[in-house]
């Protein structure tokens, strides 16, 4: 009997034994699971590799004390066992819940980039960089090189051909990701996008008619802040094409000189450039801008208007359309808190390169023009410049211009006062550039 008893005992104190020690051994091992728990622990999980296999991995590597003590707490534990891929880092001294966490959370490598709505290649480029994931000169070498999808045409002039076709969005790329890798994920989002607006509207329209589209969605992304502006923007362009009138839309401008922060000259004003819709009445080379949705569905499906004109109220961020430049002109003055004031001789218009005036607006980069007119003419103050100026496509139409304004002076001018004070009229300068009146001026986003 006594043996039977000492047997018991001796079996009670080994089973005791056992489970003391397995229990510290699973204490340890999920308290403290890496082997180095003093130091940050760097762990990387590949593709599709799942918690189970990656804790066999890491016992393996040496850096996990027991992949089957892990196992074991996480089979009790019934928590959300999914974890991402990249590399994650455990903190010093954390346990088996910290391990999770760290494997469910973002990648430590990865970066979020936000390519706003209206960003052209050059702009998102510099998004990368500044992100980190890799050098804006990389990534405009790889947009140069990139396969053009079949509903982007091969233009001859254009700056870059997938101008336009990058979604703007925000993304998540690893750092070093391949910036090839990078355009292929934004031009997919595109045409999904693209599709997609085609279906909202129930329409069809073959690939070759997308780049238009895209010529003409991103003018519109670049003309007002207001969505519900845009499919009158819309309207007014397809009006302006319709009469062969240019669209002098300042954005093209800032495009075709490769500065989308500058202040626009008269110089700029008359360069020779397929993207400068004031030298050209036509639609620009190509796009100038990543369009939104909203601005695509826009020169998709354009109000159907008689505007010709708009400009824009500073204090609101909305325009005023109207189909008559008398009625414009009005607007505008009443908007800047101008007076119509007669002609004067015209000086040399070289002298005349400064900025214009940019009111506040609810969407910044918006522009002005600092125009006057009288019955003949449209006068430009002295260092404004001329955003309404109709395209001189050489020297010598400015210079014929100059001489016959000159001339009209000369004569007494007959067709403007020539004196510098006019009661009621506040003067901008004395100095002013006079060119014959001409349409179209607008009031645009830089």
Known sequence: MKRIITF????????????????FWYKNATDNPMTDGAAETVITVRENEGLYSLLGRLEEEGKLRSAEAARIYYRLSDKDLGIKPGRHIVKAGGNLQDLLEALKSGDRDERTV??????????????????????????IKAVKEFPLPSYVKKVEGRRYAMEGFLKPDTYIFRIGTDPSEAIKIM??????????????????????????TVIKASMIERETATEDEMPIVASVIENRLSEHMPLQIDATILYAVNDPHREITMDDILLDNPYNTYYTDALP??????PSSSSIKAALKPEKTDYIFYVLNPKTGRHYFTKDYDDFMVKRDDYMGYSTVPAASTPDRNTSQASVPS??????????????EDKDRIIFPKLSVPDNFMKIKNHEKADEIKTKSNTESSNGNKTGDTNNSVPGNKQKDDMRITFPRLSVPQFKRN
């Open 187 to 212: 031009s997919d989002a595109f045409r999904t996008s693209f599709e997609a607006d085609l279906k909202d509207l129930g329409m069809e329209l073959p690939e070759d008619k997308w780049d238009e």
């Open 359 to 372: 009111p506040s607006t609810s969407k910044p980069g918006y522009s002005s023009n600092t125009l006057k």
């Open 114 to 139: 936000s390519i706003p709505e209206g960003f052209n290649i050059g702009q998102m480029g510099e998004a990368f960089e500044k992100a980190g994931i890799f050098k804006k000169e990389d990534f």
């Open 8 to 23: 018991f005992l001796i079996t009670i104190i080994i089973l005791g034994g056992i489970s003391a020690g397995a229990w």
């Open 285 to 290: 080379i190509g796009p100038i801008c990543s």
